[in-house]
């Protein structure tokens, strides 16, 4: 095996306990309150080495809420697993993930920024939590059902 297959098995290795995300999802859920239908789809990309997350919320008047793409990965220079997020209108961050005990990851942008978490469930959903400084629960919560 040569030094760039290597590098290619060590950001797999570490890139999988993201795998629940993998796939097309439809979902439910709130935001401040607000009723969201949600769809969310993950691929793998660069010789499955990172992994593509896209996420649409609507209304229930089926107007877009909200939209992001997320590209994690594995950063081997620290050791860490990443994520970059952009939203619209073009606010771009990037931000460290941790992969918690008990199955899932969550990230956030220090003391002043939200704090995302995302479950793996039972009967493959997926569950997405934001919670924002000075909040005790989940402003923004979204169950997807893994799509047919």
């Not at 809420?65 to 793409?69: I, Q, V």
């Not at 978490?117 to 893994?146: C, K, N, Q």
């Given at each position: 095996?040569?030094?760039?297959?290597?590098?290619?098995?060590?950001?797999?290795?570490?890139?999988?306990?993201?795998?629940?995300?993998?796939?097309?999802?439809?979902?439910?859920?709130?935001?401040?309150?607000?009723?969201?239908?949600?769809?969310?789809?993950?691929?793998?990309?660069?010789?499955?080495?990172?992994?593509q997350v896209r996420e649409r919320l609507h209304t229930v008047d089926g107007i877009l809420?909200?939209?992001?793409?997320s590209i994690y990965w594995y950063k081997a220079a620290d050791q860490l697993l990443w994520?970059?997020?952009?939203?619209?209108?073009?606010?771009?961050?990037?931000r460290p993930v941790l992969v918690l005990s008990n199955g899932g990851v969550r990230w956030?942008?220090?003391?002043?920024?939200?704090?995302?978490?995302?479950?793996?469930?039972?009967?493959?959903?997926?569950?997405?939590?934001?919670?924002?400084?000075?909040?005790?629960?989940?402003?923004?919560?979204?169950?997807?059902?893994?799509?047919?």
């Open positions: 095996m040569d030094d760039e297959q290597r590098r290619i098995a060590q950001a797999r290795e570490k890139m999988a306990p993201l795998q629940f995300l993998t796939g097309r999802f439809t979902g439910t859920g709130n935001s401040h309150g607000t009723p969201l239908t949600g769809t969310l789809v993950a691929e793998w990309i660069l010789s499955g080495t990172a992994l809420d909200h939209e992001d793409l994520v970059q997020q952009l939203t619209a209108p073009g606010v771009w961050s990037s956030y942008d220090g003391p002043d920024g939200p704090q995302v978490i995302l479950r793996p469930e039972p009967e493959d959903v997926v569950s997405i939590e934001v919670f924002f400084p000075g909040g005790h629960e989940a402003a923004i919560t979204m169950r997807y059902h893994r799509a047919p």
